[in-house]
């Protein structure tokens, strides 16, 4: 499990941690506005919605250990690439092909072998140690990283050059590519080998097809649309502390950082409530509270009377984000998705699912574009209290399939896929 953990957050580090924790310097490095760099996430998005279905099926019919392993390597290979800075097309097509490497061979194998590790009757705290330990590691290499930024830079970072600047940006890319070998090796070691004959019994594309029959999958999909748009929404946070609260970038990357410290205690408790209770409805209470933090955040300018206000509304957002991503993989065992269609469920999930990878960043990158500073990012968090209040609505219908039987569904043999 240390190594699925490991494994789930490592390879995501060079398209997204880059960007999440050090995006006013990588910015102002590559030359990019906030529109470009969404539409780089958009270019991303594409090649993995592509990439999602297939790769889940994929997952079903090869092991999980030379998935991910292979994912990783290729994955720290583009991050070579990445800090030679290259332009804007040529980053482009980077962003497409880690869209293939950390979703096609990644993605599927990750989620099955977490929901075999947890059994019938911990999957709330299989998914929620999942999440919680990715949080840790996401915390620990984005401190380390940090910490190698700030000795480049000056001690007035008002004051860096264009070369320190650069510099710095190189030697954060090189911690996140480095770390995604050093996890695949890792990975090729601590996972075990796989029973072969068992999946070279599977069809993968009869279990596609079930899948795509399912009302229950569309739900949960439509979950994690809502929940990882809250996600997302944390990308630009070190923008706000630079922007509006009047950091400078070191101080800006050093409060993202410290919010990915909330995400272990998060995930692992989300995980304990969902198998005491519902994941469900777990996750339809943990929305109405993003709700009323967004829209508090989307209403209140930085002043003596309301600086601590918005700094606990940002502590909650960032508490119930991760609380939602350590929990709602967990649905699949309360839906009753049957273990050998988990990664043809999750293959469509996801697609589906992940969709704000395409839409989130370049919407919101205009949005704030339009109207730099505060009133640009009050328009950005009303917008996301938007999400999260449709995220409600969207669980009540999960619920109401529920109350239907729609679990109730499914086909009970491995037999019907050979």
């Not at 583009?78 to 061979?105: E, K, R």
């Not at 993989?329 to 309360?334: D, I, K, P, V």
């Not at 269609?341 to 839409?359: D, K, M």
Request: glycine letters at 10%; hydrophobic letters at 55%.
């Amino acid at each position: 499990m240390l190594a699925l953990i490991v494994a789930g957050e490592i390879v995501f580090g060079l398209p997204f941690h880059t960007a999440r924790f050090f995006r006013p310097t990588l910015l102002e490095v590559f030359g990019f506005t906030n529109t470009q760099l969404g539409d780089l996430f958009a270019v991303y998005g594409v090649a993995a919605m592509i990439a999602y279905f297939p790769g889940g099926a994929l997952a079903d019919r090869y092991s999980a250990r030379f998935l991910l392993t292979a994912s990783l390597f290729a994955t720290g290979a583009g991050g070579l690439f990445m800090a030679t800075i290259p332009a804007a097309l040529p980053m482009a097509i980077l962003y497409g092909y880690w869209g293939v490497t950390s979703i096609f061979l990644f993605w599927g194998a990750l989620i099955r072998a977490t929901r075999e590790w947890g059994g019938r009757a911990s999957q709330g705290v299989a998914f929620g140690v999942l999440e919680g330990g990715r949080g840790v590691v996401a915390a620990v290499t984005s401190t380390l990283a940090l910490a190698i930024f700030a000795v480049i830079m000056p001690e007035n970072v008002g004051q860096a050059s264009d070369e320190a600047r650069h510099t710095g940006m190189q030697s954060i890319i090189l911690v996140y590519c480095f770390a995604a070998f050093g996890a695949g090796i890792l990975t090729w070691f601590a996972v075990p080998a796989p029973d072969t004959v068992t999946y070279k019994r599977r069809n993968p594309l009869r279990g596609m097809g079930i899948v795509l029959g399912r009302p229950m999958i569309w739900a949960q999909a439509a979950v994690i649309i809502c929940a990882y748009c809250g996600y997302k929404g944390i990308d630009n946070y070190s923008l706000y502390a630079v922007q509006v609260l009047g950091m400078d970038e070191v101080r800006g990357a050093a409060f993202a950082t410290y919010g990915a410290w909330v995400r272990p205690f998060a995930a692992i408790f989300a995980g304990l409530v969902a198998d005491r209770f519902s994941a469900a409805r777990a996750i339809s209470v943990t929305f109405g509270v993003l709700v009323v933090a967004y829209l508090m955040l989307g209403t209140s300018a930085p002043d003596a009377s309301t600086t601590m206000i918005i700094y606990a509304n940002i502590f909650i957002t960032f508490f119930a984000v991760f609380a939602l991503r350590g929990i709602y993989f967990a649905l699949l065992e309360e839906n009753r998705t049957p273990a050998f269609l988990t990664g043809a469920a999750v293959g469509l999930v996801s697609l589906v699912g992940y969709t704000p990878e395409v839409f989130f960043a370049p919407i919101t990158g205009r949005i704030l574009d339009a109207n730099p500073g505060l009133v640009g990012f009050q328009h950005y968090f009303l917008f996301l209290a938007a999400i999260a209040a449709l995220g409600i609505g969207v669980v009540a219908w999960l619920l109401w399939l529920r109350r239907a039987g729609e679990e109730h569904l499914w086909p009970v043999k491995p037999a019907t896929l050979k």
